[in-house]
């Protein structure tokens, strides 16, 4: 693997469960009393956001620091692309300092995958428009297999702006490659298109699909993406798909909530019912920084293969 663009570079089930066991030892590494390896020293990786960011950004800083990469700080805001650089001439400058991989967020979807045909370094996407982002999926799947032990069989509920949502995409192809059973529930202005090509199934009773769940995970809506009225107003909104405190109380008593953020309490999700113990959106954030660690291992570590011996060299 070269690049992390999408879900599908990491070839199914099998690279998603390699890239999660590496992801223990990094988990490990985290512990420490110095969580810090020399694994990455002297390869220098850059950050390329074009669009705000706090989680995704700080986790992949912490990620590189704890391997002892370099990096290399850029700020869309304060750079020459107010003066009119295009992504292609920005990618290559950076790229001629000397960088090992540059890290993309992007409004437009496939600009991770044009960086990557320009430039000679390892290109990880971060978020690119509606389409995908894949170190999301890998976090998610990784804090729910370390809550249950594996997806398999298991029945997760996407809830809430799934159009404008790269999150759903990159999850919805890494839940259900390792097994589990996906729902989406939205309102039908909020579905893709392509929906019908997805490996899910849809409904639009959220009371219905919260007592049959392991996992209901909640997005944000997304409006500055939303070129169009989709929605009356957002207190409707929370009134039909909102996860609300009586709303919660459908769940089975070891049913867990998940959240990308950031969130928007009192909309998609109530305050009271993101603090609750089978809320587990902090543990997404802390595990993001362990799976962002393996993804930057397997991509610029010795070898940079997939596979247990990237495990061992860890461990070692
Ligand atoms: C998301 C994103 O930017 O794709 N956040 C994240 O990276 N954790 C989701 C969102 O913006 O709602």
């Keep these: 693997m070269t690049h992390l663009l999408s879900v599908d570079d990491l070839g199914g089930a099998s690279g998603i469960e390699e890239v999660l066991r590496l992801t223990d030892s990094f988990v490990e590494v985290s512990a420490r009393s110095i969580p810090k390896v020399p694994a990455l020293r002297g390869k220098t990786i850059a950050w390329l956001f074009y669009e705000d960011s706090t989680r995704t950004r700080l986790s992949f800083e912490t990620a590189a620091k704890r391997l002892s990469a370099d990096t290399m700080n850029f700020s869309v805001g304060s750079s020459s692309v107010n003066k009119g650089e295009s992504l292609r001439d920005t990618a290559r400058t950076i790229e001629a300092m000397g960088v090992d991989a540059i890290v993309v967020r992007h409004g437009s979807a496939g600009a991770p995958h044009r960086v990557a045909s320009w430039v000679d370094a390892s290109v990880i996407n971060a978020g690119d428009g509606w389409h995908e982002h894949p170190t999301q999926a890998l976090l998610d799947c990784y804090t729910i297999r370390q809550q249950l ?78 070129t169009e009225s989709l929605l009356p107003t957002l207190r409707e909104y929370t009134a039909f798909w909102g996860l609300t405190v009586a709303r919660a109380a459908l769940l089975r008593p070891d049913a867990l909530v998940m959240h990308p953020g950031p969130m928007n309490r009192g909309v998609e999700i109530a305050a009271e019912v993101a603090d609750l113990p089978r809320s587990l959106i902090i543990d997404q954030v802390r595990n993001g920084v362990a799976v962002r660690m393996a993804v930057l291992y397997l991509l610029l570590g010795s070898g940079a293969e997939l596979g247990t011996t990237a495990e061992e060299r860890v461990r070692a």
């Design 149 to 226: 032990g594996s997806l398999e069989g298991r029945h997760i509920a996407i809830v809430g702006d799934i159009k404008h949502s790269r999150v759903a995409r990159s999850n919805v192809l890494a839940f259900s490659a390792l097994g589990a059973e996906v729902t989406l529930v939205a309102p039908p202005t909020l579905l893709p298109p392509s929906v019908d090509t997805w490996p899910v199934k849809i409904s639009n009773d959220l009371d219905a699909v919260l007592p049959t769940v392991d996992v209901v995970y909640l997005l944000r809506m997304q409006r500055e993406r939303m």
